[in-house]
């Protein structure tokens, strides 16, 4: 009942392709097997080059028309795919990444995952647990930026600017 959200370079493609270059995690075969659905966003500066991506994805994936595969090529463009995807969870290395944050979405990185059938399920239970936890979608409206990535001026609603 769960999606994730993948977001790659085109260039990049092999890092959710090769298990190799993700100390040896296959990322969509795992998160596919797990149950959950998936989101991938590839950033191309041409049809072509997302084409080609597209189909090195596809080719991993078991059943690939339960996913979304979309292109983008611009950051607003990206931002604009965050916020739309169903996603409950987007998979990045950065701390504090506003723009997941700011989309409504978790985070998640590679350190969730472990080896090991027991590992497996435990993997499967943090990322359901992510995937869970509300306070991002709750809290989205104050996490807003500016194109910038500055904190956007929000107010509350209900509440009263003059007191």
Request: some cysteine; glycine content about 6%.
């Amino acid at each position: 009942n769960h999606r994730v959200a993948l977001v790659i370079r085109a260039e990049e493609t092999v890092l959710l392709t090769d298990p190799a270059r993700t100390w040896g995690i296959p990322l969509l075969r795992v998160l596919e097997e797990a149950g959950f659905g998936i989101d991938v966003f590839v950033k191309a500066g041409e049809r072509e080059q997302a084409r080609v991506a597209a189909q090195a994805i596809r080719a991993v994936l078991r059943e690939p028309d339960r996913h979304l595969l979309q292109a983008f090529h611009t950051f607003d463009r990206l931002r604009l795919r965050l916020r739309e995807s169903r996603a409950d969870a987007v998979l990045s290395y950065h701390f504090f990444d506003w723009r997941v944050s700011e989309a409504g979405k978790n985070r998640f990185s590679l350190q969730v995952f472990e080896m090991g059938l027991p590992g497996a399920i435990r993997t499967v239970q943090r990322i359901t647990g992510i995937c869970r936890t509300p306070f991002y979608r709750r809290y989205r409206d104050w996490l807003a930026r500016t194109p910038e990535g500055m904190p956007a001026p929000r107010r509350p609603e209900g509440t009263d600017a003059d007191a």
